[in-house]
């Protein structure tokens, strides 16, 4: 199945400036996300216990993955395991456009979704 981009509803993102589309299947969802130079970032961590793939599209994004920071550019594909602390920190000049997948499914990113995110801003206690 094609996923046309296009032809799905955008909404805004975690943070002001960026937007997003999301689809969502049993096991898997992804996620467009569009951002632009402006877009405010406060640099705040949070984890999910779903495994996610970034992969860039276009432009360059700072990340901080678990206290280390790395850029994702153009053709990059950054995995963040389940449980890692994590955020996006900055973006470049020319803003990014990049897919997160994710897995199992976040249906919580879908427009109109009405259920608890599954998103955890407090430190992640090891058991």
């Not at 046309?4 to 400036?17: S, Y």
């Not at 999301?22 to 984890?47: N, Y």
Request: aromatic share 8%.
């Amino acid at each position: 199945m094609l996923i046309d981009w296009d032809k799905l509803p955008r909404v805004e993102g975690m943070r002001a400036g960026t937007s997003r589309a999301c689809i969502c299947a049993e096991k898997m969802s992804a996620v467009l996300v569009k951002t632009s130079p402006a877009a405010q970032f406060d640099g705040k961590t949070h984890w999910h216990d779903n495994e996610q793939l970034l992969v860039m599209v276009s432009g360059t994004i700072r990340l901080r993955i678990d206290d280390k920071e790395l850029e994702a550019k153009q053709g990059d594909m950054v995995f963040f395991p389940p449980g890692s602390s994590h955020a996006a920190v900055g973006v470049g000049p020319e803003g990014a456009v990049y897919y997160e997948i994710f897995a199992p499914a976040r249906p919580d990113q879908l427009p109109g979704w009405i259920g608890p995110s599954i998103l955890r801003f407090d430190q992640k206690q090891d058991s």
